[in-house]
């Protein structure tokens, strides 16, 4: 026993850079000459012994990370602050959402002139005739000689009555109405293709229940896109080992990125696909009036034909889902690869061409917007319809062939060389594009006073 005691605290020589661990129970040469089964059993009874706070120091992080973790309160809090917030973004713009819905949809025929507009020629050629029928009853009446008595009548004299041609008043053109929409109470009549105009009409005819129609619907849609999104675009960069594209180290560690852009893609189509029905009922409240029922979203998706959109639907679906996600998740490649600029070499010029990015996706998504609408309230809704619209419904003939109808054929334009033109023009098919606009310079402008320098990806 003294041997032992006496070789307490000397290193094993076999082990010389050998150090005992600090965490648990400290080991002593006893345990060396103890039997297994009686080693294990004062281990145990000496774990048991033991409090509980203990073992919890032993899995403390502490001395790892410079901030205190947050508690559970204080997470609870931020989610609630995160949706908070996002809710009150969604009621600011969500009357401009419905007055770009309103022009998207609407048929260009009811603009301007159009909306009222009646043949002048045939209302011209419609009075002369009756001008002319009663000057020719006037000469009739006058080609006999007032002395000479009638042949139908006594001989008595009677007073001379002469007519006097007298033209009729002109009948006030009636507006014609180009589509059998029915027309109710809160119907808009639009006179130019303008969003304040839009959200005035709204206003006058619904109140606030018209401003903000699918409000609640348009939140529950914007969050779980989002959501959704995430944990598709997390789960396939899992399933096939690729870095997220939305990790800006990504951009400079990465030699082919185009995976990472692809599975980013294929997250936008699925979760668009997914998510489908909950956006043609936020289309179908947000055109409906307050007093159209259904107004609340399961009675709203119950009324749908089917879960699953119509086939016709995934082609608009996935294309406006898709286009802007790949313009926006290839940029930051193409502005390495081709340009050498990344956020941190030149962070302004990096900064200035994503703006110039997001403007140009902007551009292709509200085209895409106007077909994908259009189609929505064509077949989202089967035979029935959506019902009673407070806008004049326009046509649908397919992506390519509705943007082609809105430029060229659908209402007229103004045009200062030929006065009018046939169709809607390059601003037909990008409404709302002012208010986008003007939503990119806030976001870019938030961005350079946060002091960032530049705009990252997912921001604009």
């Not at 009853?137 to 004299?157: E, I, K, Q, V």
């Not at 490649?333 to 081709?338: A, C, K």
């Not at 941190?344 to 106007?370: C, K, M």
Request: proline fraction near 8%.
């Amino acid at each position: 026993m003294e041997r032992l005691s006496s070789n307490e605290g000397v290193r094993n020589s076999l082990r010389p850079y050998y150090i005992p661990p600090s965490i648990g129970p400290t080991q002593t040469s006893n345990a060396s000459i103890l039997p297994a089964s009686a080693a294990t059993s004062s281990k145990v009874a000496e774990g048991l012994s033991r409090p509980a706070v203990d073992f919890l120091s032993d899995l403390s992080y502490g001395d790892y990370l410079t901030d205190a973790a947050p508690s559970v309160t204080e997470i609870l809090r931020l989610m609630v602050d995160q949706a908070a917030w996002k809710y009150t973004s969604v009621l600011l713009a969500h009357p401009f959402e419905v007055a770009k819905l309103a022009l998207q949809v609407c048929d260009n025929e009811t603009f301007g002139e159009s909306e009222s507009r009646v043949d002048e020629k045939e209302i011209e050629m419609y009075e002369d005739e009756e001008d002319a029928f009663a000057n020719a009853s006037h000469m009739t009446d006058s080609d006999s000689d007032p002395d000479a008595p009638s042949y139908f009548t006594s001989p008595t004299p009677s007073p001379t009555i002469r007519r006097v041609p007298t033209r009729r008043p002109r009948r006030k053109a009636q507006p014609v109405q180009t589509l059998s929409t029915k027309r109710g109470p809160h119907f808009l009549s639009l006179s130019s293709p303008a969003l304040t105009a839009v959200i005035s009409k709204l206003w006058q005819t619904s109140g606030v229940w018209g401003v903000w129609a699918g409000a609640n619907t348009s939140f529950i849609h914007k969050f779980l896109s989002d959501s959704l999104e995430m944990f598709i675009r997390g789960l396939l960069v899992a399933m096939f080992d690729v870095p997220d594209v939305t990790a800006v180290a990504m951009i400079e560690s990465q030699a082919a990125p185009w995976q990472s852009v692809t599975v980013a893609v294929a997250a936008s189509a699925l979760t668009a696909l997914l998510t489908s029905p909950i956006d043609i009922v936020r289309t179908r409240l947000m055109l409906t009036p307050p007093n159209h029922p259904p107004r609340s979203l399961l009675s709203s998706l119950s009324a749908l034909p089917s879960p699953i959109p119509p086939t016709s639907l995934w082609v608009p679906t996935v294309l406006h889902a898709t286009l802007p996600t790949l313009l926006t998740a290839s940029t930051p490649h193409f502005l390495r690869s081709t340009f050498k600029i990344t956020p941190h070499t030149n962070s302004s010029a990096y900064g200035v061409l994503r703006a110039t990015s997001s403007v140009l996706e902007l551009g292709v998504r509200l085209p895409l917007e106007t077909s994908l609408r259009r189609a929505q309230l064509a077949l989202g809704f089967g035979d029935k319809g959506p019902g009673e619209t407070i806008v004049p419904l326009g046509k649908y003939r397919g992506v390519g062939g509705t943007l082609w109808m809105i430029a060229m054929d659908e209402g007229w334009r103004r045009d200062g060389k030929v006065g009018k033109r046939k169709g809607q023009g390059l601003e037909g098919v990008v409404r709302g594009w002012r208010v986008g606009i003007w939503g990119l310079v806030g976001v870019w402008g938030a961005g350079m006073i946060g002091g960032s320098g530049s705009v990252q990806g997912g921001e604009f």
